[in-house]
């Protein structure tokens, strides 16, 4: 069911957007984290993506399994180390949010300019980075989105 929801809304992304031409690619763009001054890939999961009179909805498996599927290791970190969220795309997505994947229960963690602490705790963490390219013209219109997904080994 809630794969049909997701697509629903995908296919209302698409249709809503379809007259903008302001994001460029036929996919959103690459993401990264950067965690004590290096740089590490994030991989996309779940997007709806339009560009023009052309648009696509990808829905993928869990960031966990994405990650493993992809032989993506986690990203070693120190204990409530700053963790950067960096993306070389123009025009920034507009509204963020991180959701935390370890453990019974998501948990919501707060961003700040793509900025976020790693836990303090021991352990592998894992992350999705949801974003969302919002009309700037017309409420509750989404021009894009895209899930990336990330894990932390906080050592």
């Not at 995908?10 to 290096?38: F, M, Q, R």
């Not at 960096?86 to 948990?107: A, I, K």
Request: hydrophobic share 35%; net charge negative; glycine share 8%.
């Amino acid at each position: 069911m809630s794969k049909l929801v997701s697509l629903l809304v995908c296919l209302i992304t698409i249709l809503a957007a379809c007259s903008n031409n302001e994001l460029k690619g036929k996919k959103p763009p690459e993401a990264e984290i950067v965690a004590s001054g290096k740089h590490y890939e994030t991989v996309l999961g779940t997007y709806c993506w339009s560009n023009g009179n052309s648009g696509k909805c990808v829905d993928t498996i869990g960031p966990k399994d994405l990650l493993e599927l992809k032989g993506k290791k986690a990203i070693p970190v120190q204990p409530g180390e700053e963790v950067v969220f960096m993306m070389d795309y123009t025009p920034q997505p507009n509204e963020v949010h991180l959701e935390q994947l370890t453990g019974d229960t998501p948990r919501q963690v707060p961003v700040r300019d793509g900025h976020f602490k790693a836990p303090t705790e021991k352990g592998i963490y894992y992350y999705s980075y949801g974003v969302w390219w919002m009309d700037e013209k017309e409420k509750n219109v989404s021009n894009g989105d895209a899930f990336y997904s990330f894990a932390l080994e906080v050592e």
